[in-house]
Structure formats: C-alpha cells, structure tokens
C-alpha cells in the first residue's frame, strides 16, 4: 500500500489542493489525515487560505479512500460536514513485508506522544514499527524508544520551527518527505520487523 500522509491542514484550502495533487501522482491507494483538519485553534494564526468548507468539499471527493483520525482542534461538529469517519482518537494499519508485516500506529499526536516511551508501549508497538503522527506542525523522520520509527509530515498550513510546508508519503520500503511543490525533503528505507501474519 501507498499511503499519502497529510496533518494539520487547519482549514487551508490553497494548501489542501496543493497536497493532495500528489494522490494520483504518486500513485497513493490511501489519504492518511492526522487530525486538525478544518479548526485553526485559539493558538493559531488564522490562515489566509482559511476556507473550511471548501476544505471539506475537496475531502469527501476522496472519501472512500481516507482514514483519519481526530487532531486537538477537530470536533464532533466538523464531522458533520465530513463523508468520512475522523473522530477516532488513533487507528492502526499493517504494512506486508516480506512474509511479516509491520505495525502503523496513526495518531494525532496529542494523545499519544511519540517521543514518549510510556505512549510507545501503550501503542503496543515494538522495534520496526511506525508511529504516523501530526500536532507539532514540525516535519522530520524520529528514532524513538525501541527501534518505532515516527513520521511526521508536519502541517501543510501552519508549519514551525522552520519546517517547510509539506506532506510525507509511505510505501512498502521506505519514507519520503516533500514539500508542497513536490520537491524531496528527506527519505529513509524502512526495516519493518517480521512477524507472523
């Protein structure tokens, strides 16, 4: 499976298009949203692209192919106007490799803190397995506590600490980051753990 990574969109409508360009360019079979999908939260500037419901529209024209999971500034009242489920606090998915698979942990990240060894093990998650998360607005590929890898495409509205605006995309063997022009960020070959499926 091809997964494109999305989080923190924050109602940015210029910048959800822009993203999601990349669907059929890459080939992706699944939109990934990490949550913080149409709120800007009481931290936040407030976007100048911000267009919520146009942001929705564009969403649930791919509805049968998302799996999101709620961010700090999602709320039950934005599901509403969603064609798709996204008030789950995480999600989990498996990735084939070889004859194993490897665990995706897919979490906002407000919940379940990556860089947190006791969220790890309450994940369940063991060397080789990825944690898909979203919340610091920051992008990067993190070693965590026993061998879990963290992704984290950062937000493609409101990026900090310097990160560029962007997305990640997953694969079989490996991760990429990118920017929103499609240009690449920073890639790593993923070594997923083999157990018995």
Do not use: W
Not at 53 to 65: G, I, M
Not at 131 to 142: A, D, K, Q, W, Y
């Amino acid at each position: 499976m091809r997964y494109l990574v999305l989080s923190d969109l924050h109602g940015g409508f210029e910048q959800t298009k822009a993203a999601l360009q990349f669907f059929s360019k890459m080939h992706a079979d699944v939109l990934v949203l990490l949550g913080d999908l149409l709120n800007h939260g009481p931290r936040n500037r407030l976007p100048s692209t911000y267009e919520p419901p146009q942001v929705a529209t564009l969403l649930n024209s791919y509805s049968n192919r998302i799996i999101a999971v709620r961010g700090n500034c999602d709320s039950e009242v934005d599901s509403m106007v969603f064609d798709f489920p996204c008030n789950a606090p995480y999600a989990i998915l498996y990735q084939k490799k070889d004859k194993g698979l490897a665990k995706i942990f897919l979490t906002h990240g407000h919940l379940y803190d990556p860089l947190q060894e006791k969220d790890i093990v309450k994940m369940g998650l063991s060397d080789g397995d990825i944690i898909l998360s979203g919340h610091t607005h920051v992008s990067g590929i993190f070693e965590c506590a026993g061998g879990v890898i963290n992704i984290n495409p950062g937000s493609i509205t409101l990026p900090k600490n310097g990160s560029a605006p962007g997305f990640a995309f997953v694969d079989e063997v490996s991760v990429a980051l990118y920017n929103l022009e499609g240009k690449l960020l920073k890639s790593q070959i993923l070594c997923y753990k083999s157990v018995n499926s």
